[in-house]
Structures are given as C-alpha cells and as structure tokens.
C-alpha cells in the first residue's frame, strides 16, 4: 500500500515562488511512475507534471512548462514540485499521485492511471 502526504502550499503573490513536496512510503520497484495533479473549484482534475521514479525526466502540461520543475529524492522518499513564476490561474489544490506496481505502460498526464492519491495542499496566488 502506498501512502502520500503533501505538504508546502500556501499564499503568493503573483510571480512568487513555492515548493511542494510528498512524501512516499511503500513504494516498490514495480511502481513506475509518480505526478502531481491540481484542482481548481468548478474544474477538472488537471494533469500538471509527471516523472519515472527509478530514472528519467519528467513530462509538463503546457500550462505550466518553463515554470515549474517536478524531481524526486528516492533516498529520501520524497517528489517535489519547484513552482517559479506562479500566476493567478495556478491557484488550486495540488494533489501528489503514484500508479500501482500492476501499471507498466508510459508515464503520462492522465489521472485515470493513478491509484494512489495525497490528501492535497492548497496553492493560492494573488494578483
């Protein structure tokens, strides 16, 4: 089973800067993949960044390329989310996500293959 535990939101301004972070527990190395998804009010679960957990580079939403860096510190159980340059339309609830260990295809932005979800943090960045 594994468990995810978001922590680091908060109120910006715009243009400012936070990180995220997850901590991981019962991982294996049968769970390839790991993400972070935000959820604004009114609107749909959105796919943001997405990273292998053994090795690779991550994939971004369009919205946010250029601005935010997804990287994980295995050693440590922990993914992170660097948000640079955060705008209004960034505000919502991020929410960590891991596939399961029967998952072996691509990582990619699409929640329907997340099993594992983080109770989430609220972001919120004011103009």
């Known amino acids: 089973q594994v468990r995810l535990v978001e922590s680091g939101g908060g109120s910006v301004q715009t243009g400012g800067s936070l990180r995220l972070s997850c901590g991981f527990a019962?991982?294996?190395?049968?769970?390839?993949?790991m993400a972070w998804f935000r959820q604004s009010s009114g609107n749909e679960r959105e796919g943001v960044a997405v990273?292998?957990?053994?090795?690779?580079?991550?994939v971004y939403s369009d919205s946010v390329k250029g601005r935010f860096t997804i990287s994980r510190d295995n050693a440590n159980y922990t993914l992170y989310l660097q948000m640079n340059n955060l705008l209004p339309e960034d505000t919502a609830m991020y929410y960590c996500?891991?596939?399961?260990?029967?998952?072996?295809?691509?990582?990619?932005?699409?929640?329907?293959?997340?099993?594992?979800w983080g109770q989430g943090t609220q972001v919120t960045v004011s103009s």
């Open positions: 996500a891991a596939t399961p260990n029967r998952y072996l295809g691509a990582c990619k932005l699409d929640a329907r293959v997340f099993d594992y």
């Open positions: 019962g991982y294996t190395r049968n769970n390839r993949c």
């Open positions: 990273i292998p957990i053994w090795g690779g580079s991550g």
